[in-house]
């Protein structure tokens, strides 16, 4: 041991020499283009005008928070997705999860299949549940006339309360399995003595669920739904198959709004404020997440 | 005698009632368990069938939910009509390079955090960060520089990307996994005159060789997951599973069906494949983002 530790004697540059390739290529691909892009964000970069641009201070700011009605209304789009997502996937996730925890065989198995939607791709989820909201070939159409539930060929889409509804619903069905699965963990992670003590004094059933499960899945859910919040607020490639934004922009995100300023409208400089915004508030949100983590660890220690 | 009679009666009732109860209750669960699988599964479902249906299968009424006569003809269209075989290919291709360049940058990385505690508390919040970063803030910059260097439309261009972009949950992984090695067999490799990297490279990774397949399944997935950046940066040559679905969405929801839902089935296999293969650290995978990308 004694020459183990002479042999292994730290050398100062080693430790620098095996992170710098990943630190190296962090820098040049993430860092280096998020300055860049502040840089572009106080320009205003028009490729639709040309390629010659000038400083224009905080004015493309001023227009996305003050003026752009546009984007206001994505903000309030993605809240709109968010609140109701979160919800329900909290609740039906939390319902599932202990679904699962009460289930002897098979547990695994029941518990990889349910996850599957959250490995697939949001785009091909969203491609998926298009194709069943489809007016005359869709599932969903076709069992409801099969069935006698509706008398036509519905378009799901025609009205923003039913695209945003649709949105919110395949949103739910790809990100469930993700709560389902932190909540899962959580719950097994409860020891067992203590439902045994609050048995004996008397908890059982809902008692036992509202006086041990909750107060110690408190943290569990808080983690969950701060991932989901920060994750959603990104919301892209399923409204880009879903909806496309429409209909009138009614499902159109913060990331998609963006999307379309800089590769539709190919305004470079405003795409860059709007997505400086957008990190803003990822930014605070990982911040709480952060807050919440160290207050768990705190709790535990 | 006749008290002790009557107690085990009104036991054998309670007992009963319990099994009973109990025997309601798990046969809830199962319900509500299959219910949930139906929700989750039968999108899946629907798609399979449709692929394989005959194009008269799609007007028939009552509607065909399991196709008479079973036919592949939508995925051979795909793959000659849509130059399916080469987008499936550039997603295989993309996807395996950026699963080996993200794993040998972040190895040595992680070894670094794991045995020096290289950056401290720091360096672990700066990468939380960078896995939350949202993927739009990159996109204009990397856009624009692309074009300056000639990336767009190229291999080299998504895989430089999703490499980098990969980084932070391949190291956060990767740490919890070196964690667990013990020190003293490294250490017993260098007193025998191995170098620190030989040791690295010979003794240390075939023995987390399961933990480096776990990171690199997540790592595939989440390239060939990715959407953004492949839309932006792809061309008519280099397009992804992913980009050349959004080709199915013009038209109106009726069009293509055939095509578009035999590429959803090609899209989604993988996740299937690596959904089983990862059971017990689809949590850990999917909290850092390990199919986000």
């Known amino acids: 041991m004694r020459l183990g530790a002479l042999v292994l004697k730290r050398k100062r540059w080693e430790p620098f020499a095996f992170a710098s390739p990943s630190l190296a290529l962090i820098a040049l691909v993430i860092l280096f283009p998020l300055v860049y892009a502040f840089y572009l964000s106080l320009q205003n970069f028009d490729l639709s005008v040309g390629p010659d641009y000038e400083f224009v201070g905080a004015k493309n700011y001023v227009e996305a928070l003050f003026k752009d009605p546009r984007f206001l209304d994505s903000v309030w789009n993605t809240a709109v997705i968010i609140v109701p997502s979160l919800a329900v996937e909290l609740l039906l996730g939390l319902g599932i999860a202990l679904l699962l925890s009460r289930v002897i065989h098979g547990r695994p198995i029941i518990t990889a299949l349910l996850a599957i939607p959250a490995m697939v791709s949001p785009v091909m989820g969203a491609m998926a549940w298009r194709m069943m909201f489809g007016v005359k070939f869709g599932a969903i159409n076709n069992l409801g006339l099969q069935l006698g539930l509706l008398d036509v060929y519905f378009d799901w889409f025609s009205s923003p309360a039913l695209a945003i509804t649709a949105v919110v619903l395949v949103e739910i069905w790809h990100n469930t399995p993700f709560m389902m699965l932190v909540l899962l963990a959580g719950l097994q992670s409860i020891p067992q003595e203590l439902y045994d003590a609050g048995k004996a004094d008397g908890a059982e059933g809902w008692r036992s669920f509202w006086y041990i499960t909750l107060p110690l899945l408190r943290f569990t859910m808080a983690v969950g739904v701060m991932i989901r919040l920060i994750d959603l607020t990104k919301l892209f490639g399923l409204v880009f198959i879903l909806t496309f934004g429409g209909p009138g922009g009614a499902t159109e995100t913060v990331a998609f709004n963006t999307y379309l300023v800089g590769f539709k409208d190919f305004r470079m400089s405003y795409a860059s404020a709007l997505s400086y915004v957008i990190v803003g508030g990822v930014m605070v949100l990982t911040l709480i997440f952060l807050w919440i983590q160290r207050l768990r660890e705190a709790r535990a220690a | ?251 109106g929801t009726d069009a293509f069906y055939g095509e578009a839902s035999a590429s959803v089935v090609l899209g989604v296999l993988p996740a299937f494949a690596v959904a089983f293969m990862l059971q017990r650290y689809l949590v850990k995978g999917l909290a850092l983002g390990g199919t986000k990308g």
């Open chain 2, 1 to 251: 005698m006749a008290i002790a009679i009557e107690q085990t009666a009104v036991v054998a009732r309670r007992v009963r009632g319990y099994r009973l109860r109990r025997g309601v209750g798990h046969a809830l669960t199962y319900v509500g368990l299959a219910a949930a699988l139906a929700f989750f599964l039968g999108p899946f479902f629907w798609i399979l069938t449709t692929s394989l249906k005959g194009n008269e299968d799609f007007f028939a009424f009552p509607p065909v939910w399991i196709p008479t006569e079973p036919s592949l003809s939508h995925y051979t269209a795909l793959f000659t009509r849509s130059s399916g075989a080469r987008y499936f290919m550039n997603s295989l291709i993309i996807s395996s390079l950026s699963m080996v360049a993200a794993l040998s940058v972040s190895l040595p990385t992680a070894y670094a955090i794991a045995r020096w505690r290289f950056g401290g508390g720091f360096l672990s919040a700066f990468l939380l960060m960078l896995r939350m970063l949202p993927a739009i803030a990159l996109i204009i910059p990397i856009y624009i520089m692309y074009k300056m260097f000639g990336l767009t439309n190229s291999y080299l261009g998504l895989v430089i990307i999703y490499t980098v972009v990969y980084i932070p949950f391949a190291v956060w992984l990767l740490v919890g996994f070196l964690r667990d090695f013990p020190i003293e067999i490294e250490e017993a490799a260098m007193i025998d005159g191995c170098s620190r990297v030989r040791a690295l490279v010979q003794v240390v990774v075939p023995i987390i060789a399961p933990g480096l397949a776990v990171v690199a399944l997540f790592a595939f997935i989440a390239t060939w997951n990715e959407f953004l950046f492949a839309i932006v940066l792809t061309g008519i040559e280099t397009k992804t599973m992913m980009v050349l679905v959004t080709s199915f969405t013009t038209g």
